[in-house]
């Protein structure tokens, strides 16, 4: 998956890739449509949405099925503190997706995303 701009179909991967995301939360947290339109980017997963620990571990292992085991949620909030964890986004769950290579391997993005978030709080 590469979320690179250029163009139209980036944008259409973002997109994509969004809805996707927002149906996994939306399965893993019992919630409806309603509640998953208002799901974006900005969104934070436990401070908007309130995603618990048990919820993380299910769309962990969502994720994994669906994108290969290169995509690790838990590694990725192993390494953040409480206050970033609570401050995760949709947006850098997508950017964690998009740093997993179509062959389901991790790119150098994985480690700038933790330090992104880190530097954010």
Do not use: K
């Not at 934070?44 to 085991?69: C, I, K, Q």
């Not at 690790?72 to 995760?88: F, K, M, T």
């Amino acid at each position: 998956m590469d979320f690179a701009p250029d163009g139209g179909r980036a944008a259409a991967e973002r997109s994509a890739a969004l809805a996707d995301l927002t149906g996994l939360l939306a399965r893993v947290t019992g919630e409806g449509e309603s509640w998953a339109q208002r799901i974006g980017p900005d969104t934070a997963l436990e401070a908007d949405l309130g995603v618990d620990s048990v919820e993380f571990v299910v769309l962990n292992a969502l994720l994994r099925g669906r994108y290969g085991d290169a995509v690790d949620l838990l590694g990725l909030l192993r390494g953040l503190d409480l206050d970033q964890i609570i401050g995760l986004t949709v947006g850098d769950l997508l950017a964690h997706l998009g740093a997993v290579g179509d062959d389901g391997s991790r790119s150098a993005t994985v480690e700038a995303l933790v330090f992104d978030v880190t530097e954010r709080s």
